[in-house]
T-cell receptor, first 114, second 114 residues
Framework: GQQLNQSPQSMFIQEGEDVSMNCTSS?????WLWYKQDPGEGPVLLIA?????ELTSNGRLTAQFGITRKDSFLNISASIPSDVGIYFC??????????????FGQGTILTVHP | DVKVTQSSRYLVKRTGEKVFLECVQD?????MFWYRQDPGLGLRLIYF???????EKGDIPEGYSVSREKKERFSLILESASTNQTSMYLC?????????????FGPGTRLTVT
């Protein structure tokens, strides 16, 4: 299947710090989504992006759909302990059949020290 | 709120057993998906379905089959479980059409095959 490269693989930060993570691909995407997975739970949708260049916020979270349509970024400002979890990017590749299929990145494991 | 439920949170089975994982969604979604999640590999699509009795292979269908007899229910079947199928299994659903890339996940089933 298609490849999404998500980085960094893991982050250890202090409470209050800002966080940045990104996903890149060699393919063009029509849609980018960011999910968060709490320990022992299923992923929860944080932000969905549908247009190149789009910048969308959800509280302390901000995500951008890259202009080239091959990348996306997620920023978390002023991190708190409950931000701990795995963050996944996901995208829908341009062209081809869909039925809502997504390609997922490998995930970024975020640890926040109080 | 969309609710996706999975029949078991934890399951332990022996090699060679037939295993059924059940998923039910209550939002009348057309699309349903089965993923497995392994550390460092993200979410990999096993099978998906866009309508009752319709199924499509994902990226890693070998060793699995699925059944969708009712719109709200999507079952994953391991005909003869093997130790390399020990993993976290996640079910998701999405609406057909506008926003169909916004998938909603269940809590997951952690399967151990001994």
């Amino acid at each position: 299947g298609q490849q999404l490269n998500q980085s960094p693989q893991s982050m250890f930060i202090q409470e209050g710090e800002d966080v940045s993570m990104n996903c890149t691909s060699s393919s063009i995407f029509n849609t980018w989504l960011w999910y968060k997975q709490d320990p022992g739970e299923g992923p929860v949708l944080l932000i969905a992006l549908y247009k190149a260049g789009e910048l969308t916020s959800n509280g302390r979270l901000t995500a951008q759909f890259g202009i080239t349509r091959k990348d996306s970024f997620l920023n978390i400002s002023a991190s708190i302990p409950s931000d701990v979890g795995i963050y996944f990017c996901a995208g829908q590749v341009a062209g081809g059949t869909s039925y809502g299929k997504l390609t997922f990145g490998q995930g970024t494991i975020l640890t926040v020290h109080p | 709120d969309v609710k996706v439920t999975q029949s078991s949170r934890y399951l332990v089975k022996r090699t060679g057993e037939k295993v059924f994982l059940e998923c039910v969604q209550d939002m009348d979604h057309e699309n349903m998906f089965w993923y497995r999640q392994d550390p460092g590999l993200g979410l990999r699509l096993i099978y998906f379905s866009y309508d009752v009795k319709m199924k499509e292979k994902g990226d890693i269908p070998e060793g699995y089959s699925v059944s969708r007899e009712k719109k709200e229910r999507f079952s994953l079947i391991l005909e003869s479980a093997s130790t390399n199928q020990t993993s976290m299994y996640l079910c998701a659903s999405s609406i057909m059409g506008q926003g169909d890339y916004e998938q909603y996940f269940g809590p997951g089933t952690r399967l151990t095959v001994t």
